[in-house]
């Protein structure tokens, strides 16, 4: 429903403003670094693969503007893309084929876009995964998505928490963030990349060390939740929001 | 290493964090908004709150609450109370909760978080439960659920209802000892330990929270993923720091940077 609203001095607005809703004057965008001529800065693609909130809530915190789109154009013309989700990584695949956002992904990638996967939206940047009996996924990093197997009964899948990262590299994401942090994880399957050049960051869960964080060129993806991990996450998040997708 | 979390309860009551014995004589502590700020800047690993007059009510949890909470902590929350229809859990996601609690209704309505799994991913969907010590043969785990804060009692046996529960789909199991709860003597151990050795996905132990030794005992004896704590911090008298520093000297896995 359209609220209309009540203006004591009615008389003093223009003619075609009466009795319409008054049309709304922008602000200029948050973020002092921002002086392009697009709209905003960093896209949140969004292909009904979970919920969004936290993620766009994040982004506000640090000041950075976003908008939460599944509009390919609006995801080509964005300074910086984040492709988070959440949920099963056929249907989210169905859905990125459905709303034609497999080629944009493609090219904001290709053409040096600062990108950051989130959780299932690293897993389906991968080649393939085990997930739903095997889905071929987008193929922008080398290598499979595999089911934790452990072989103690009382480690719990989905992996529930906080775990510590290992970085392997030094990358501007990772600036002023201390090796070992902790983030925040939910998922039962992992990323396992075939080129180890992609591997940024690492964690010990379920009898093995996987590739918590991967990544090349403009290209960052992490397993765990940076919107969710607390002052540590927000920080890389910042990081991201300045990055000029070199290393 | 995964961590064990530590997980403030902040049952909320007319906008007020309250806090009673046994479901019973409570009293008001704070905002929920700036006790959570609180907390998370205090290094708590999550937080759980409960809209404990919303079912009484009959009315839908509190969204504005969710919205503002979400608004000021960057870490993982769940909502809990009032949640009576995938409507219901939707619009709480969407405010920015990570994950729903369901208690009584999953009891009456069992389907409802088969679907809400389904729907919106196992992990957003928590069972809480509140099982209570009996002798009755009908029960051989030694425990009877009950519902609507200790008022009724179910006729399911906590375990076999912990084995549905995942069947169906939830993505954690919160075990609330109706016995321990408020009394700050110590978590129900054999309870915890009970469901969580039989489950695979991870079981939170909440109840009883008195002391940083009462931690070490549930995550070493009682197997739990994740506890929940409540008077013992809303008190004043241990920061979650203490408690932390407490279980990493006891070799407990902690998160030692927020």
């Known amino acids: ?247 | 290493m995964l961590t064990k979390r530590i997980i403030p309860c902040l049952d909320v009551r007319n906008k007020k964090v309250t806090k009673g014995v046994k479901f019973q004589n409570n009293i008001d502590l704070g905002d929920p908004v700036e006790m959570a700020v609180a907390y998370s800047d205090g290094g708590c690993d999550e937080l759980v709150f409960y809209d404990i007059t919303a079912s009484a009510e009959r009315r839908p949890i509190d969204i504005e609450m969710v919205r503002e909470v979400a608004r000021a902590v960057r870490i993982p929350f769940a909502v809990g109370g009032g949640i009576e229809t995938l409507d219901d859990m939707y619009r709480a996601l969407l405010a920015g909760a990570e994950k729903v609690s369901v208690n009584s209704l999953a009891v009456t309505n069992p389907a409802i978080i088969a679907e809400g799994a389904k729907v919106f991913g196992s992990q957003c969907i928590v069972l809480g439960m509140d099982p209570v010590r009996t002798d009755g043969a009908a029960f051989p785990s030694g425990y009877e659920v009950t519902i609507r804060g200790f008022r009724e009692r179910t006729g399911l046996d906590a375990l076999e209802w912990a084995k549905r529960a995942e069947e169906l789909g939830v993505g954690e199991i919160v075990v609330n000892s109706v016995d321990a709860d408020g009394t700050r003597d110590g978590f129900e151990l054999n309870l915890t330990s009970m469901i969580s050795t039989a489950v695979r996905i991870p079981v939170v132990a909440s109840g009883g929270a008195g002391t940083p030794q009462h931690l070490v005992d549930v995550f070493n004896q009682g197997r739990a993923d994740a506890a929940i704590i409540a008077s013992m911090i809303h008190t004043g008298e241990y920061t979650i720091a203490q408690i932390k520093a407490e279980l990493a000297a006891a070799g407990v896995p902690v998160r030692k940077k927020w």
């Not at chain 1, 960093?42 to 993620?55: C, H, K």
């Not at chain 1, 002023?176 to 990323?191: A, L, N, Q, R, T």
């Not at chain 1, 093995?208 to 920080?235: C, D, M, N, W, Y």
């Open chain 1, 1 to 247: 429903m359209r609220v209309i609203q009540f203006y004591p001095f009615l008389n003093s607005y223009p003619r075609r403003w009466v009795g319409r809703v008054r049309p709304v004057q922008r602000p200029p965008l948050p973020n002092p670094r921002f002086s392009g001529s697009i709209e905003y800065v960093i896209a949140i693609i969004d292909y009904n693969a979970g919920n969004l909130t936290s993620v766009r809530l994040a982004l506000e915190a640090i000041g950075a503007a976003c908008e939460v789109t599944s509009d390919p154009s609006r995801i080509l013309a964005a300074e910086r893309v984040i492709f988070p989700g959440v949920g099963a990584a056929a249907e989210a695949m169905r859905n990125l084929r459905e709303r034609q956002l497999l080629e944009p992904l493609r090219s904001v990638v290709s053409n040096g876009t600062p990108f950051l996967g989130i959780c299932l939206g690293t897993q389906v940047i991968f080649e393939s995964t085990e997930e739903d009996g095997g889905v071929p996924c987008v193929g922008l990093v080398p290598g499979t998505v595999k089911r934790f197997t452990p072989s103690d009964p009382m480690c719990k899948i989905p992996q529930m928490g906080w775990n510590t990262v290992e970085q392997r590299v030094a990358h501007p994401l990772f600036e002023g963030i201390e090796d070992g942090s902790e983030f925040y994880f939910v998922h039962s399957y992992y990323p396992a990349p075939s080129d180890a050049s992609y591997i940024l960051g690492e964690t010990d869960y379920a009898d093995l060390r996987f590739a918590s964080v991967v990544g090349k060129g403009s290209l960052f993806a992490t397993q765990f939740h940076p919107e969710r991990s607390g002052r540590i996450g927000l920080k890389l998040l910042d990081n991201f929001s300045r990055w000029d997708g070199k290393c």
